[in-house]
């Protein structure tokens, strides 16, 4: 069981704009500690995709974004393209577990 | 370009320590501000925050696993270990070192994982 609750999949087709949510609680988003994104693709190691709840870092496509509201956060991505079929992670800092990094149990993107 | 690599056995047995080093080169591991991690992931699972350790020596660790996790740094040969006592089968998995950035708790950069099976 996941501190933060991520759905397991979402879809859509090429083109399409798809979001992803990320639910947390008062101890971790709700704190007002930063969410963080990672896209993993298959056998690879997950790549920062958002960092600081709605910052790129240099390389990653506009079509990416993040938002935070209250304890949730959101990832979308717009104009899917086929190569963004991946696993993708929230991520946060919770203040409860002793000062624990948490992830959510990620959302499987299918590029219909 | 800061790079990370681990390395380590790829078979533990039940019951043993399972001793993971990351080598990270392209800069020191002993400038600026940076925590430095371990990460795991089983098969087809999600990923798990083991725990960290700063430049200081400093560390923390996940609250389920702090019974049997020690993570420590050696500026000298630029590598941070993990050390995951009395492992099981449940502690197969694909092990990540990654650095958190600057800007915040995110990990910025992520050595490729090494997986680590534990069987008789």
């Known amino acids: 069981q996941s501190v933060l609750t991520q759905p397991p999949s979402v879809s859509g087709a090429p083109g399409q704009r798809v979001t992803i949510s990320c639910t947390g609680s008062s101890s971790n988003i709700g704190a007002g500690y930063d969410v963080h994104w990672y896209q993993q693709l298959p056998g690879t190691a997950p790549k920062l995709l958002i960092y600081?709840?709605?910052n790129r870092p240099s390389g990653v496509p506009d079509r990416f974004s993040g938002s935070k509201s209250g304890t949730s956060a959101s990832l979308a991505i717009t104009g899917l393209q086929a190569e963004d079929e991946a696993d993708y992670y929230c991520q946060s800092y919770d203040s409860s577990l002793s000062g624990s990094l948490v992830f959510g149990g990620g959302t499987k993107l299918t590029v219909l | 370009q800061v790079q990370l690599q681990e390395s380590g056995p790829g078979l533990v047995k039940p019951s043993q320590t399972l001793s993971l080093t990351c080598t990270v080169s392209?800069?020191?591991?002993?400038?600026?501000?940076?925590?430095w991690s371990w990460i795991r992931q089983p098969a087809g699972k999600g990923l798990e925050w083991i725990g960290r350790?700063?430049?200081?020596?400093?560390?923390n660790y996940n609250p389920s696993l702090k019974s049997r996790v020690t993570i420590s740094v050696d500026t000298s040969k630029n590598q941070f270990s993990l050390k995951l006592s009395s492992v099981t089968a449940a502690d197969t998995a694909v092990y990540y070192c990654?650095?958190?950035?600057?800007?915040?708790?995110?990990?910025?950069?992520w050595g490729q994982g090494t997986l680590v099976t534990v069987s008789s």
């Open positions: 350790i700063y430049t200081s020596g400093s560390t």
């Open positions: 392209g800069g020191s591991i002993s400038s600026g501000s940076y925590y």
């Open positions: 600081g709840n709605s």
């Open positions: 990654a650095r958190e950035g600057s800007s915040g708790t995110n990990f910025d950069y």
